[in-house]
């Protein structure tokens, strides 16, 4: 079975992790390139498997766990990928030999995976404010945490034309378990605040927004 992290972060939205072992063939086997356009633009071998197993994944989530048809996907003009034929907001993102995705019914999400080294500390002053780096440190782990949260409030955002380091804000977290929660603010014109959740995975950094409203009855 390949998909190794399964969750529901509320009762609207369903989250998974695809730890890639199978070949290109295997995904061109199971998934229509007609409607899922893009492909053609994805040139490296290992991006291209990437970008494969991630709509597979959304497939697969739509069909077996949501038990609804798989229309395929689109891009909109911003980039942010949709379901064709369907009001639910997806996010998807890859690192190495995973996939990741989230679905929600009805409310943008977001979702990055990345994998733990050290050099994110060298990028660090380009993604996060002084207050920031203060309080994580040079901890590779709360650094790439940090990273992997702004990059899905961006991603929740949707439309580009915002700064990682200026308008989106985390707020102090720690990192005491392999699964744990923190807290962003997107700043624009308005002030929206984010509940975020890390999941800590052979040597990967994973995480995505819920909504803590739709677990209540």
């Known amino acids: ?14 989250c998974a992790m695809w730890h890639i072992t199978e070949d290109m063939d295997f995904f061109l086997h199971r998934l229509n390139l007609a409607t899922c ?7 490296h071998p290992a991006k291209q498997v990437q970008w494969l197993a991630s709509r597979l994944l959304v497939k697969v989530l739509v069909e077996d ?43 943008p999400v977001g979702i990055d995976i990345e994998l733990i080294k050290p050099k994110i500390a060298l990028i660090a002053s380009k993604f996060l ?16 945490a940090a990273w992997c949260f702004k990059e899905l409030v961006y991603k929740i955002h949707g439309i580009g034309n915002i700064s990682l380091k200026d308008h989106i804000a985390i707020q102090p977290f720690g990192l005491d378990a392999v699964m744990g929660k923190a807290c962003a603010t997107l700043n624009l014109a308005t002030v929206h605040h984010f509940e975020l959740k890390y999941f800590q995975w052979n040597g990967y950094m994973l995480a995505y927004n819920y909504y803590l409203k739709a677990n209540n009855p």
């Open 1 to 14: 079975m390949p998909i190794q992290l399964i969750e529901n972060p509320c009762s609207e939205s369903i």
């Open 37 to 43: 356009p893009g492909f053609a633009t994805v040139h």
């Open 65 to 107: 766990y949501w038990h609804q048809t798989f229309e395929g996907l689109y891009n909109d003009e911003h980039g942010k990928p949709w379901l064709q034929e369907s009001d639910c907001h997806i996010s998807i993102s890859n690192s190495n030999r995973i996939a990741t995705a989230i679905l929600h019914r009805t409310r």
């Open 129 to 144: 404010t002084p207050y920031e780096e203060h309080f994580l440190g040079q901890n590779t782990a709360l650094l790439t």
